[in-house]
């Protein structure tokens, strides 16, 4: 599906595959991007429900790189720091909301938020493109991390042109010197999780205020395991084709409070998808969208 091959491991009777919504997107081009993490799953996954990560790693760290390209995001972030920070659960997983300095709760940021889809899934994007990052456990010190792009054309136009086929790619966690690549997005996210060690020692840990995602998170597993246990479905098993179908995730429409910030395509980690030219035409479809925002 969408590029995406899918399988289930489990007892029947076999349940119906949701389809997330931007797997569904028409009018869209997508892009794939694999790499093996030796790490376990779960720190990646509760890497994001901490919102204020952001702040350091990306725009901090990010800057101090001096990468260009990841240097835009990074000043965006970097004047406007964490005010408030919020998790809402839902029926698919828990909402992470953020206030950014200068902004407020009626700002997209807060006021819709962006989506972990339980058990092992975030979703982050906007109206013009969604990223998909699936974390699946390969064993207790690996994870196979896919990415998902999905870039849809702006309402009332075409698709300039027809992808042929879904490219995929996969990403270099390690430069030639041996070092990590940390000048693109997602490596710097995948460099702090494999530092951690194959699996992290939470007996070290000293959790805060701005943790309270990963406590939340945390609940929702022991709860879910129960259900689980007791012979019941846990969350996202979807027993009707019907329910399966489309399954609609409300996201921002502006992110970081910058709504032209991903108006043109930048890879989100190392390698670049060798349907760029398509993806830029397919974004260039918003320009006049974005301007009369």
Known sequence: MSGLIFAYLG????????RWEPLEWENAVRDIAITVLPCNWLQCQENSLDPVYVEWLHAYYGMWLQSQRQELLSRALA?????????DVFEHGIIKRRVL??????????????????????????QMNSTLQFRVPMDDTHTYHISYYAWQSAPGSEMPRRQERVPYRYVPLKDDQGGYVTNVLFNQDYMAWMTQGEIADRTLEKLGES???????????????????????????????????????????????????????????????????????????WDKVLTEV
Do not use: C
């Not at 004047?79 to 998790?87: K, N, R, T, V």
């Not at 929702?220 to 259900?227: K, N, V």
């Not at 108006?263 to 974004?283: I, M």
């Open 11 to 18: 007892p029947a009777p076999v349940p119906y595959l949701p």
């Open 79 to 87: 004047e406007q720091h964490h005010m408030d920070i919020g998790f």
């Open 101 to 126: 300095k200068g902004y407020t709760q009626e700002d997209d940021d807060w006021k819709y938020g962006h989506p972990i889809l339980f058990l092992n899934i975030l979703l982050v994007g906007n």
């Open 211 to 285: 943790d309270k995602g990963i406590i939340l998170f945390r609940k929702m597993l022991q709860e879910q395991m129960a259900i689980a246990e007791d012979g019941g479905d846990p969350m996202n098993v979807f027993r009707s084709e019907e329910a399966a179908r489309n399954v609609r995730i409300g996201i921002e429409q502006v992110k970081f409070g910058d709504k032209k910030l991903f108006a043109r395509y930048f890879p989100g980690e190392a390698g670049y998808s060798t349907d760029a030219e398509l993806v830029d035409e397919v974004l260039a479809t």
